[in-house]
């Protein structure tokens, strides 16, 4: 399964919190440099214990790894479209944005369609919302 579907599951829900699921996503990706999909590979006690999450947090978790194979779906649709997905620990994610923003404000992933390398050009700019499509 797709590496971004889990980001996308996980992030494009309700369900954790975005504030919730990026800090896990801080934590587990970035700082500790594992694949999110390993993530959803430990048990509820394995997670609550490793990320310190309370029991529901542990559980919402675990609930939106469940929902990656139709987020897999999604972006399959989408890919077919042109459109592709770039979460934050790809190495297509723009070096500038880091550099550029607090990372409370940084997207942890984003959708594109044309050249990717544009956005680290002087006078484009990324724009994007709360949710995500359908």
């Not at 800090?23 to 990320?51: D, K, M, N, T």
């Not at 550099?99 to 992933?109: C, D, G, N, V």
């Amino acid at each position: 399964m797709l590496e971004a579907a889990y980001w996308f599951a996980l992030l494009s829900q309700e369900a954790p919190a975005r504030r919730e699921a990026k800090r896990v996503i801080q934590r587990w990706c970035l700082e500790g440099g594992r694949p999110l999909s390993a993530l959803f590979s430990l048990s509820e006690g394995e997670l609550r214990e490793r990320l310190a999450l309370s029991e529901g947090q542990a559980r919402r978790l675990l609930a939106a790894g469940a929902r990656a194979p139709q987020a897999e779906a999604t972006l399959q649709t989408l890919a077919a479209q042109g459109v592709g997905l770039v979460t934050r620990d790809d190495l297509r994610y723009p070096e500038a944005l880091p550099q550029r923003l607090p990372e409370e404000w940084l997207p942890y992933y984003f959708f594109f369609k044309g050249e990717l390398a544009l956005l680290t050009e002087p006078g484009m700019a990324l724009l994007g919302g709360e949710t995500s499509p359908p």
